[in-house]
């Protein structure tokens, strides 16, 4: 993954970004967005007859409601679609989440060739019963198709490369976390009221945790994408003075920040790229 080229991006999706949601990092925007969603939905029920007969199962009083509701969110519904910024804003939000949605299905998906591909894991998997283990291989077959498909769409396979970069950085941050807190013992004291068998219990288990870290940040590409990445979120946090300073500063809600942002930058590039 080109992580460089996409950090060059970052100003401009910070600046996006901080034009549409100065208040409540974004939270607003997304509610507004799930209320289009939910609305949009309802209304396309109400106006549907065959599916509110079978949703209420020919209940008339359900029906008048559900009718009465659409008709009372109508109004509202179009304000907000009126509303170019916002729908502009919402089309990011979506194609985001769609996108990190894709990634998790392309991550599930592989998993079951893999093990569709094994007969030892699919024994061992399915207790040898040769009904569920055909039964699981059918339905790998049948959605081949749809993994070739994600799979070859090199914008998403990007896409999917930086979360899965972010998720590293964040697995990174957590595991600091941890280990420093098992080499703290006035902590250590605190956080178990001073059992000290259960702190001895959390040291061993940080024990692998050391060599975890440890794989992880030998690997320099990944670190110069977590610097970078870290650095994204810094600039942002320092950008939105309204942000609450105590949230702000906690390295961890920056990297959820920057990894936003990445993705967001993602997106918004990649938006461009194919409208030319
Ligand atoms: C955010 O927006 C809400 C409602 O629109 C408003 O009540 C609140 O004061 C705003 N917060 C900040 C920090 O601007
Ligand atoms: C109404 O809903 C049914 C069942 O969900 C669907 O098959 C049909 O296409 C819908 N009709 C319209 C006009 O959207
Ligand atoms: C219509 O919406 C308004 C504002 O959200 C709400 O106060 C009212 O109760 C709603 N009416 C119905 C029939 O749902
Ligand atoms: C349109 O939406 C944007 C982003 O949510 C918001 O800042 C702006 O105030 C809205 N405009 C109107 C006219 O409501
Ligand atoms: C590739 O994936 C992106 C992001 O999910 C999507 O917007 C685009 O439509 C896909 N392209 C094709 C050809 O399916
Ligand atoms: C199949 O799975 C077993 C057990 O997990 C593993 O040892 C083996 O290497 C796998 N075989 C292949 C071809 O991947
Ligand atoms: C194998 O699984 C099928 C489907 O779940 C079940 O009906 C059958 O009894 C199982 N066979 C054995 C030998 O356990
Ligand atoms: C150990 O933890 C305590 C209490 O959480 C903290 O005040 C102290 O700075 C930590 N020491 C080190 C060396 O990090
Ligand atoms: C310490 O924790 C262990 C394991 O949870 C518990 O069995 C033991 O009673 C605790 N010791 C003290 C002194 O609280
Ligand atoms: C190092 O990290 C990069 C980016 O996450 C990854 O593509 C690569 O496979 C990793 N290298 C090793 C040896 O794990
Ligand atoms: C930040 O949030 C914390 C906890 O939510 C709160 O205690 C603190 O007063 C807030 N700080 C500011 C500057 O708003």
Redesign the pocket.
């Known amino acids: 993954?080109q992580i460089t080229g996409l950090i060059s991006s970052f100003i401009l999706a910070t600046a996006v970004l901080a034009k549409g949601d100065r208040n409540s990092t974004g939270t607003s925007v997304k509610s507004q967005c799930r209320s289009i969603a939910k609305m949009t939905k309802l209304i396309d029920l109400a106006n549907n007859q065959t599916e509110l007969e079978s949703k209420t199962d020919g209940d008339q009083t359900k029906i008048a409601e559900i009718k009465a509701k659409a008709a009372n969110s109508t109004a509202m519904l179009s304000t907000l679609t009126s509303n170019s910024t916002l729908m502009g804003e919402c089309a990011v939000i979506t194609a985001h989440d769609d996108a990190v949605e894709a990634c998790g299905s392309i991550q599930q998906m592989e998993k079951a060739v893999a093990l569709a591909a094994n007969d030892t894991k699919l024994q061992d998997k399915f207790d040898g019963n040769t009904t569920k283990i055909d039964d699981f291989k059918s339905k790998v077959s049948s959605m081949a198709t749809m993994l070739a498909t994600l799979q070859s769409n090199a914008t998403l396979s990007s896409f999917c490369?930086v979360q899965?970069?972010i998720e590293?950085c964040k697995d990174i941050s957590r595991l600091q976390k941890t280990i420093a807190l098992a080499n703290n013992e006035t902590a250590l004291t605190d956080k178990f009221n001073g059992n000290t068998t259960k702190a001895d219990k959390f040291k061993s288990k940080v024990a692998d945790d050391q060599a975890k870290l440890d794989?992880m940040t030998s690997?320099t590409?990944?670190m110069d994408?977590c610097n970078s990445l870290k650095q994204a979120g810094t600039t942002q946090g320092s950008a939105s003075s309204t942000d609450n300073s105590s949230k702000g500063s906690s390295p961890a809600i920056r990297l959820e920040a920057a990894g936003n942002l990445a993705t967001a930058a993602f997106v918004v590039v990649m938006g461009a790229v194919l409208m030319l």
């Open positions: 993954m490369a899965a970069d590293s794989a690997n590409t990944l994408t």
